[in-house]
């Protein structure tokens, strides 16, 4: 058996370009959110039952007086073993469900039978999202209508410099290592996050927190 | 470009200066990358850290306003230390060329400056030249008056302490960036620089460009792979209008435009026609006449004969001396001298600056004809903020247009590739193309004039319009071709023959006496004789494996993917860099890229020719007298500048720049009312003004409302917390706006003293979304480059306060 799909999310290539952000909306025909400028390039401000991928900017000095300035293009990690899906599973069976082939995880409309605080905080990540008007749960879905039928993740279609990479499981593993093999040469810190536990891998070359506060579990 | 974007790379050393490719041309930082990953570094120098800067090796800031002054450090830089490539130096540049001796410079200003015009007297702006016309020249590049002693004197001024404080930049930073960059001066390195409007958006713009063309030149980096002077293009189609000569200065092909005191062709051809009497130089621009008279063949057909001078009398012309740029365009309208207006995908409402003073010109107009796929701020002028609708006589005409996928036609990118593109959907309701309703429009003005007649009637009836289709639409693809050219006879060239009708395969066989036509010599080639599409070419094949794809679209000149690339190569026609061979002389003829001329390489002291063959001399020009301020780049401070003298010499600004006096157009320089620099810049999420993208609801998600990015120091000094409101005000008006608070911004030493900088995006305005805030362009001063006009939005002084 396959070990199914995995996405490489590389932000040492990634220029926060939101390309993902928007092709995610328009795939999934979600709605563009009423936002204002509060002082970040970040909008909308965080994850929503529409906002299922958002690019976080977090800005500050290096050690020796630079500036940084770090891309996080945050989404659901499909874990391989998902906590949420236990936890909606625990209240309402049929809730959330694992996609065999694929490893996708994925939320069902019978989803807002399960409480969503609980589900939201068994979540290493804080990814799951509850749509206000239905209480259904809502959050990435792998694009399991596009990899399904042989095409690649809408964010990763739209990706102009390969900061995300989608494929075979084992593959990605491999361009894992050897991407991060390479980065340590200059970023000593230079890592992938939770790689053995997650489908959606980033590699950081700094602090992972330094990116955003749930970047690793 | 003078390369292309897939060549980017192909560079060892990207410097990215006047630029934010990251997030302005997104994609190419595909190939930015993927030089990275070979191990390239890449520098970002730019007052602000942007998306570009968070993927750069290396960035440092720089006021805005001060590239020259950092780039002629970087001059003086490879000079003391022997960094530039002595070879390429000796043979390809004019570098050993002898200037007359009445050529001065003092303290700012070069010899021949009238104070009362703002314009030079370049008389003593010349090389020296033997009885025969030839240039003299020094080998040993000793000579005191060798354009390279010279270039050397000029910079030698231009020390790290003195850079260091004109720009702000730290002194370690300069000399990291020199270093980095000036390694690339040996033969098998290439150094590219990309660069965008941050370099032309100000009144030295055109010299920015000059002077990284001087440290491209020094290092041998012109006209290889990995390398060159390469501007990143605004829009996807800019590189095409600039080739298709929507600017004052040119026709297409960048024919020169015909003042009025050139009466007959002759005049014009002897006027703008080089001569040269270099032995090996090709002079290319020798065919002038041939390019011109195919150019007014394809405009009026068989109307232009030898007789009537090919109907060049009825081409319009520009007084001399004439400025009939943009921001005149809009002075005059402004003071009541133009009465109508066509707009065509443009929002000058937010676009131009001293955005108050467009939009009261708009109200002197009779009407405006407003081509676009929205509604923006430029038609819906007359019930703008503060505008009384009543009082507006303006009869304004919107017109719907197809967007980009809903037509077929040629798109140019900034590599000069010409690529074909096919219609994807009909555009909605009775919206048409450009191209339609300028036909139709035409077609309607021809047939009037021929029932009414009018003062001048003949340039307009005789005009060939024959651009439709049978079923009337306007066809894209008989203007390409009418813009490649035809044989209009049956021409014999050399034991070839061509028949009438077909197309012109290539602008070396363009005739001078009416027997072909061409709308654009540098066109010509994108059909082949057959009539065959090349542009529409999508093979993927790389034989060179350089990224040349020559059978991907087509490029300009002769599907040359790298121009001037004979300066790839030595004498005896060997690649400099044997790992990336662009063009190599073997057995007698030349592979790689299409050669810059077929001739042989320069040791063929009979048939070889030099490497820059559109410069009479042959080659490049340290030394370019053709600028309005100076052959050599000077530093001098923007029209609005924090300083009150200029560090550098007694010339406060660029002393040849156009100056403004109407009541509108007021200037604060070195005032305390206006202390802070201020650039203006776009979004990756926005495009322009956002009259395409504003009514675009997951962009504006992403970039909702006007703002202002500021340092932190600067925030405290005004009293500001991130995401406050804050008013924005130069002399010319004033913006609204979120108060970003950000570590991207630093505070910079100029001279002693603390200076702040600021920076806006141009991508909002009044009209939709509600509450996103107004242009900055209301800020932007009236005042354009010396020699182009190109508007300085890059540097100008605001005050921030808190509302």
Not at chain 1, 162 to 182: C, H, N, S
Not at chain 2, 112 to 131: F, H, L
Not at chain 2, 260 to 267: H, I, K, M, P, V
Not at chain 2, 304 to 322: H, L, M, R, W
């Amino acid at each position: 058996m396959s070990n199914g799909k995995s996405i490489l999310v590389d932000t040492s290539r990634c220029t926060a370009c939101r390309g993902c952000q928007v092709a995610c909306k328009q795939w999934n025909e979600l709605p563009g959110t009423k936002t204002k400028q509060v002082g970040t390039y970040q909008n909308p401000q965080d994850l929503s039952s529409e906002t299922w991928k958002l690019v976080r900017f977090a800005e500050g000095i290096k050690d020796n007086g630079k500036p940084f300035w770090y891309f996080f293009s945050d989404q659901c990690r499909h874990c391989l073993v998902p906590p949420c899906v236990d936890t909606i599973q625990g209240y309402t069976d049929g809730g959330a469900l694992q996609d065999q082939a694929t490893g996708a995880v994925l939320f069902t409309p019978k989803s807002k039978e399960a409480p969503f605080d609980e589900v939201r905080s068994s979540c290493p990540y804080n990814i799951p999202r509850k749509d206000e008007k239905t209480g259904v749960l809502k959050k990435c879905t792998l694009c399991l209508d596009r990899i399904s039928n042989g095409r690649p993740p809408a964010c990763v279609l739209s990706c102009p410099t390969g900061a995300l990479v989608f494929g075979e499981r084992d593959e990605i593993l491999q361009m894992v290592d050897k991407r991060v093999e390479a980065l340590k040469i200059t970023y000593p810190k230079a890592k992938a996050i939770d790689a053995d536990q997650v489908r959606v891998i980033y590699i950081v070359t700094d602090d992972p927190r330094k990116y955003h506060e749930h970047a690793a579990a | 470009m003078t390369n292309h974007y897939i060549d980017i790379r192909n560079s060892d050393c990207i410097l990215i200066m006047g630029s934010n490719a990251a997030e302005n041309h997104p994609i190419s930082f595909k190939w930015v990358l993927r030089a990275k990953d070979q191990g390239a570094k890449v520098i970002h120098v730019d007052p602000r850290f942007t998306r570009t800067s968070a993927m750069a090796d290396f960035h440092t800031s720089l006021r805005s306003g001060t590239d020259i002054a950092f780039l002629g450090g970087m001059i003086k830089y490879i000079l003391d230390n022997n960094k530039y490539f002595d070879d390429y130096v000796h043979n390809y540049t004019n570098a050993s060329f002898i200037v007359d001796e009445k050529f001065t410079f003092n303290d700012g200003l070069f010899s021949g400056y009238d104070p009362g015009k703002r314009k030079y007297d370049k008389s003593t702006w010349t090389i020296k030249v033997d009885s025969t016309g030839i240039p003299i020249k020094d080998p040993t590049l000793q000579n005191p008056r060798c354009v390279f002693q010279l270039l050397k004197a000029h910079y030698s001024r231009y020390d790290l302490e003195k850079v260091s404080s004109i720009t702000g930049t730290p002194v370690e930073d300069l000399k990291a960036v020199y270093e980095m960059f000036s390694s690339t001066g040996v033969k098998d390195k290439a150094g590219t620089i990309l660069y965008a409007l941050g370099w032309t958006q100000h009144t030295v713009g055109a010299q920015n460009i000059r002077t990284m063309a001087i440290i491209q030149l020094l290092l041998g980096n012109i006209g290889i792979c990995g390398g060159g002077v390469n501007a990143l293009r605004g829009e996807p189609n800019v590189q095409g209008s600039t080739d298709q000569a929507i600017l004052t200065h040119i026709l297409p092909g960048y024919l020169k435009s015909p003042s009025a005191s050139q009466t007959t062709l002759d005049e014009y051809l002897k006027k703008f026609t080089p001569k040269s009497s270099e032995p090996q130089s090709a002079n290319w621009w020798q065919n002038t006449p041939k390019y011109t008279v195919s150019l007014l063949k394809a405009w009026y057909g068989d109307k232009a004969t030898k007789e009537n001078d090919f109907c060049y009398s009825f081409i319009p012309k520009v007084d001399d001396g004439q400025d009939a740029t943009l921001l005149a365009m809009f002075d005059k309208m402004y003071n009541k001298q133009i009465k109508g207006l066509v707009v065509i995908g443009q929002n000058p409402a937010c676009s131009t600056p001293n955005a108050n003073k467009v939009r009261k010109a708009f109200a002197e107009l009779d009407w405006m004809v407003h081509v676009n796929i929205f509604d923006n701020e430029t038609p819906s002028f007359w019930k703008g903020p503060g505008v009384d609708s009543k009082k507006i006589k303006t009869e304004v005409f919107l017109l719907p247009a197809a967007a980009s996928m809903e037509k077929e036609g040629s798109m140019s990118n900034s590599g000069r590739w010409v690529q074909w593109k096919y219609k994807a959907a009909n555009p909605p309701g009775d919206a048409l193309s450009a191209g339609d309703i300028v036909y139709r429009i035409m077609a309607k003005v021809k047939e009037i004039y021929k029932k009414e007649r009018g003062t001048f009637p003949d340039p307009i009836l005789n005009l060939q319009w024959n651009y439709a289709d049978k079923k009337g639409m306007w066809d894209p693809v008989a203007v390409a071709k009418a813009v490649n050219g035809y044989f209009l006879e049956d021409v014999t060239i050399g034991e070839k023959t061509y028949k009438k009708g077909e197309c012109v395969p290539s602008f070396a066989l363009l005739q001078a006496d009416g027997k072909t036509s061409s709308g654009n010599w540098l066109y010509c080639g994108s059909f082949t004789q057959d009539g065959t599409n090349l542009m529409a070419r999508r093979k993927k094949d790389d034989p060179t494996g350089l990224g040349l794809y020559p059978q991907w679209s087509w490029c300009w000149p002769v599907n040359r993917r790298i121009i001037y690339n004979r300066a790839s190569v030595d004498a005896d026609g060997k690649p400099y860099n044997p790992k990336r061979p662009l063009l190599a002389w073997v057995d007698g003829k030349w592979a790689g890229d299409v050669p810059d001329g077929p001739w042989p390489p320069l040791t063929d002291q009979e048939k070889g020719k030099l490497p820059f063959i559109m410069k009479p001399d042959g080659v490049s020009s340290l030394f370019g007298p053709g600028m309005a301020e100076g052959p050599f780049p000077e530093h001098y401070e923007p029209l609005e500048s924090p300083l009150s003298k200029n560090l550098m010499s007694a010339q406060l600004n660029n002393p040849a720049i156009r100056i403004f006096t109407g009541d509108i157009d007021k200037v604060a320089n070195a005032d305390p009312a206006f202390p802070y620099v201020c650039t203006t810049y776009t979004s990756t999420e926005h495009w322009c003004t956002g009259g395409s993208t504003r009514w675009q609801s997951w962009l504006t998600e992403a970039q909702p409302q006007a703002y202002v990015e500021i340092s932190r120091e600067l925030a405290e000094i005004c009293g500001v917390k991130n995401g406050e409101m804050v008013k924005v005000e130069s002399p010319r008006g004033q913006v609204e706006c979120v108060a970003m608070v950000t570590t991207r911004f630093r505070p910079f030493k100029i001279g002693g003293q603390t200076i702040h900088q600021v920076g806006m995006t141009f991508n909002y305005g009044w009209l939709f979304p509600k509450d996103c805030g107004d242009s900055a362009n209301l800020l932007t001063p009236t005042v354009g480059d010396a020699n182009t006009m190109t508007p300085e939005y890059k540097a100008f002084m605001v005050n921030v306060k808190k509302i």
